[in-house]
């Protein structure tokens, strides 16, 4: 049986949802999708190896990591979501975290996303929003923005997580809470899932033998509020796991705000050590992963403000060369040589591939025309690139190539 605290199942006692029952049991599955992209491959020796594995068992990999539980099926930073990741083989769980009126942390993708990530808008706490809904009216989008800091701690719980997902056409709320998209599914929405607080999601990480990767993300409101500053922020994230008695080693924390990866390293050096800098140098105007002229710092002046982990996204560590063949980026290239390791997001977020692949493929859009190149990404990210782990919404995908290729 899952062993929790006492707050954490008065939580799922006052939820009413029998979660405290489920037990992996020591069983991880992959369930068919890795298979199914491995039969979409284009013939040849990577295909033949990922085949060869086919009656492997399926193990743990700490090479895998659950991005906010397995979201391509189950409503986002819930219990259900994290579970199922757990299931299929994520060694390490995400809780994106922002904090509530009343200064509480929890885990949501983004402190102004109650609009698109639970019922808000069908509840009275539709008065809390910053934005209220407007509807859709001719070539003007439905609008709203709910935000975390709008509402407390008990009344956040009091929330339906759903499916990431809104109607731009929508005439009512009904209409915008929907949405979601066709590749994925509402199957595991019609029974309420469970929203988490961050000292929740260690608890029930722990639990599920998975080691935490929380990213903290960057507020809506200005800082300070209500007297809370950044610092504080940063420094409450890293209390919550030294007060359940998580030991450093086991914690990856996460920023996009380099003062924040800063910050840790300066503050709390052992958890400093294995905090990741997530980039995303991409939004700056000019930026190429392909020429270093354009980066805000080189890789070598990361590794010198004693940043040992960056994140990049997929794209930005590959490219093709003459032959078609995905090889890795100017930036993997001199991440390496400065001693940097690299962790990267995120496999199984950009539906089918026959097309391209969107935003996560773009420098290799060219040769995405298929489901199955998803293992040739993969492959290049870990044999060339050298990356130490994958973030995936479905984690059974990233795990199944780590067990194959024999990554812990």
């Not at 990856?252 to 905090?275: H, M, R, T």
Request: proline share 6%.
């Amino acid at each position: 049986m899952l062993r929790f605290s006492a707050l954490f199942l008065s939580c799922l006692a006052a939820a009413a949802v029998p979660v405290a029952a489920q037990s992996l049991d020591g069983a991880v599955t992959y369930g068919p999708r890795p298979h199914y992209l491995v039969d979409r491959m284009a013939e040849g020796p990577l295909k033949d190896q990922l085949a060869a594995c086919r009656a492997q068992e399926a193990r743990t990999s700490l090479f895998s990591i659950g991005h906010r539980g397995a979201p391509m099926q189950f409503p986002e930073h819930t219990v259900e979501s994290n579970v199922a990741a757990a299931r299929m083989g994520a060694g390490i769980l995400e809780c994106d975290v922002t904090f509530t009126k009343d200064l509480e942390l929890v885990c949501r993708h983004a402190q102004n996303d109650l609009h698109t990530t639970t019922n808000i808008l069908a509840t009275p706490l539709a008065d809390t929003c910053s934005t209220p809904f407007s509807a859709a009216d001719g070539d003007t989008p439905a609008t709203a923005e709910c935000r975390t800091s709008e509402i407390t701690l008990d009344e956040f719980m009091t929330l339906t997580p759903k499916m990431d997902a809104s109607n731009k056409a929508a005439t009512t709320v009904e209409e915008y809470i929907g949405g979601t998209a066709a590749w994925r599914t509402d199957l595991y929405t019609t029974e309420p899932a469970t929203l988490m607080t961050h000292a929740e999601s260690i608890a029930l990480f722990q639990s599920l033998g998975a080691k935490f990767t929380p990213e903290l993300k960057s507020p809506s409101v200005e800082m300070p509020f209500n007297g809370f500053t950044q610092e504080d922020y940063a420094q409450k994230l890293v209390d919550e796991y030294k007060a359940a008695g998580i030991p450093a080693t086991d914690v990856w924390l996460q920023s996009f705000n380099l003062d924040d990866v800063l910050y840790w390293i300066k503050a709390e050096p052992e958890f400093g050590a294995q905090a990741v800098y997530l980039m995303d140098e991409y939004n700056i105007d000019g930026y190429s992963p392909m020429d270093a002229s354009t980066w805000p710092n080189t890789m070598a002046e990361l590794k010198n403000m004693g940043i040992n982990y960056i994140a990049p996204p997929t794209w930005m560590l590959v490219t093709t060369d003459a032959n078609d063949q995905i090889v890795p980026s100017e930036l993997a290239i001199q991440a390496n040589a400065a001693g940097l390791q690299i962790i990267t997001w995120t496999i199984e977020r950009s539906g089918p591939l026959v097309t391209g692949g969107g935003w996560y493929y773009q420098s290799i859009a060219d040769i995405t025309t298929s489901d199955g190149v998803m293992y040739d990404y993969i492959d290049a990210l870990a044999q060339d690139v050298g990356v130490v782990g994958i973030f995936s919404d479905w984690p059974a995908t990233v795990t199944y190539y780590a067990n194959c290729m024999g990554l812990e």
